[in-house]
Structures are given as C-alpha cells and as structure tokens.
C-alpha cells in the first residue's frame, strides 16, 4: 500500500505540474469535512467508532488500492494516437481473472478498439482478431500481461517500477 500510495502521490504531482490536473482545494476538503465529519462525530457518539474502522475503513483502506491500481493499469500512461501506445490487455491467470479483472476487464484493448462489443463477448474478439489478423497478435504481444502480481511482466512490477512500453517501439513492432 505504501508503494501505491507513493506512485499515486508522484502521479498525481505531475498532472498537476504538467497542468493535467488541478491542486487538491478548499472545495474539496469542505466536502470531504460535510460528507465525513457527520458520520465520524455520530460513530464516536454512539461508540461504534471501532466498527466504523474495521468494517468499513479496514475493506476500504485494502480494496481501494487494488482497484484503482488496476483502473490505471489498464492504461500504459503513455500518450499517442495509437491504442496500442496507451492500453494494456491482459491474459491472467483463473484467480487473478476472477478477483481482480471480472466480466473480462482485462480485455481492455480490445475493449479500446471496440467498445460496442458487450463484455461477455470480448475473449471471443481477441481470440477472433488473433485468428483473422496475425498482425493484432504482434502488435498487442508488447502491451500484453500475463499475471497481476506473479510475473516478470507483472502489471504491479510495470506501474510500480514506472515501466511502460515506449511508443518507438510499438510503432516498429507494427511497422515489420
């Protein structure tokens, strides 16, 4: 979590550096203090504090982190004209499939390419582009991966060692 936390923090600095996004500001804290202030202040009141923190910030603190790594996972952070410069796809395993990328999230490139295919139907698009085209599978192999955690080409060692394939690359890779 610390790992993410910093990636997020040094991300999210360089939006803001680069003008891509704005600074954390009063609005927001104010909303935050009207949404949570209420909910803190009746929780210790009412001596439910401890429960508040096991069962709904404990889940949150866990989950937040795999799901917003995995929402920007789907993305190689690179910026181009090309979907093959800017989005992963990812072939897991059965358990990391179920957890971390259900109804095919992980398809997302081809989710990228067409998105008017329903979810349920996107392992059949891949394995049908691969089967017609056999330049989708070469230009798809760079931005490929293969585990969420487990793996050399893990999605987590990519994000967290800042790791991203470079346009020049796949712009060759499709020009063969």
Do not use: C
């Not at 429960?51 to 920007?72: D, H, M, N, Q, V």
Request: aromatic content about 16%; proline content about 6%.
């Amino acid at each position: 979590m610390v790992t993410t936390g910093v990636f997020y923090i040094r991300l999210v600095g360089k939006w803001v550096q680069d003008g891509r996004a704005d600074r954390l500001g009063l609005r927001e804290v104010a909303l935050f203090l009207a949404i949570w202030g209420p909910v803190v202040a009746l929780a210790v009141h009412l001596g439910v504090w401890r429960e508040l923190l096991i069962f709904w910030f404990g889940p949150f603190l866990i989950a937040i982190p795999i799901f917003k790594t995995r929402g920007y996972g789907e993305h190689t952070l690179n910026e181009g004209p090309d979907e093959y410069l800017r989005t992963w796809t990812y072939q897991l395993n059965p358990i990391e499939h179920f957890f971390f990328f259900p109804l095919n999230i992980g398809y997302h490139l081809e989710h990228h390419l067409f998105p008017r295919v329903p979810w349920y139907n996107l392992r059949k698009l891949r394995r049908a582009l691969i089967a017609h085209n056999p330049e989708y599978l070469v230009r798809s192999a760079p931005i490929t991966v293969r585990s969420y955690f487990f793996d050399r080409k893990s999605m987590i060692r990519r994000m967290m060692r800042g790791e991203r394939r470079e346009p020049e690359a796949v712009v060759a890779v499709s020009q063969k």
